[in-house]
């Protein structure tokens, strides 16, 4: 499932002039090295960022997600959920303001124009 939702967000980026890099790591501000299923370059620089998570995301998911773009600076990302959102997870992510949408494979066309309005006003 995680290499059909990077194959649709790869086309849509795509479209919209980005170059796509698949499983990038990035270095964070601690030197770290941090992966990244998708993102979007322009000009050298990314602009986006994107991860799929399959199963349930929970607090220590996201604790990790909000870890990793904090210390790659990252300011676009978007969490693509394959699966469930704990309720405690639900509260952090809004608490921090990380992007989010549902993915099922029963309805990739709804998935794909939920990221193509998501990218209209990232």
């Known amino acids: 499932m995680k290499s059909l ?6 086309q849509e980026l795509l479209k919209r002039g980005l170059s796509v890099e698949r499983s ?3 270095s964070g501000v601690s ?12 000009d050298g620089e990314v602009v986006l960022a994107v991860d799929c998570l399959e199963g349930l ?10 870890l990793k773009l904090f210390d790659t600076e990252i300011s676009k990302y978007v969490l693509v959920v394959a699966g469930e959102i704990s309720s405690e997870a639900e509260r952090m992510i809004e608490e921090l ?16 124009r939920s990221f193509e309005k ?3 006003v990232l």
Request: hydrophobic residues 50%.
């Open 24 to 26: 990038k790591s990035i």
């Open 97 to 112: 303001k990380i992007n989010v949408l549902s993915f099922s494979a029963d309805d990739v066309d709804g998935f794909s």
């Open 5 to 10: 939702v990077v194959d649709l967000v790869a």
């Open 118 to 120: 998501l990218l209209e």
């Open 57 to 66: 995301a929970d607090q220590t998911s996201i604790v990790s997600l909000w």
């Open 31 to 42: 030197g770290v090295e941090h992966v990244f299923d998708v993102v979007g370059v322009k």
